[in-house]
C-alpha cells in the first residue's frame, strides 16, 4: 500500500506564501513524475504544477512566476512552495504521483497515487 501524505495547507492573506509537503509511503520501488493538482468549489481538479523524476517542470499558466514545485528523491516528498497567493489560488491541493512497484517493471506506472488533499484560502 502506497500513501501520500500532504501538509502545509492553510488560511493566508493575498500576498501571502505558503509550502505545502508531500510525503510518500509504503513499499515501491521508485517514483517518477509527481505533480500538484487543485480543485477549487464548483470547479474540474487541475494540474498546478508537475516535475519528473530528473527535475524538469511544468506550470499551469496562472501560477508561472510564483509557485515553485521541487522534490527530495531521497525522501520521497515533493514540495510546492506558493508565493504572491490570490484568492483565486483558494482551493483544495491534493498530490499526485507515478509509482513503479519493482525494479523488475517495465512500466513507467504501475500504480497511480493521491493524496488525500489540503486546504489552501487566501483571503483578500
Known amino acids: 500500500q502506497v500513501q501520500l501524505v500532504e501538509s502545509g495547507g492553510g488560511l493566508v492573506q493575498a500576498g501571502g506564501s505558503l509550502r505545502l509537503s508531500c510525503a510518500a509511503s509504503g513499499i515501491f520501488f521508485s517514483i517518477n513524475a509527481m505533480a500538484w493538482y487543485r480543485q477549487a468549489p464548483g470547479k474540474q481538479r487541475e494540474l498546478v504544477a508537475a516535475?519528473?523524476?530528473?527535475?524538469?517542470?511544468n506550470y499551469e499558466d496562472s501560477v508561472k512566476g510564483r509557485f515553485t514545485i521541487s522534490r527530495d528523491n531521497a525522501q520521497n516528498t515533493v514540495y510546492l512552495q506558493m508565493n504572491s497567493l490570490k484568492p483565486e489560488d483558494t482551493a483544495v491541493y491534493y498530490c499526485h504521483a507515478d509509482i513503479v512497484s519493482s525494479r523488475w517493471s517495465a512500466n513507467y506506472r504501475d500504480l497511480e497515487v493521491w493524496g488525500q488533499g489540503t486546504l489552501v484560502t487566501v483571503s483578500s
Open positions: 516535475i519528473t523524476l530528473g527535475g524538469s517542470t
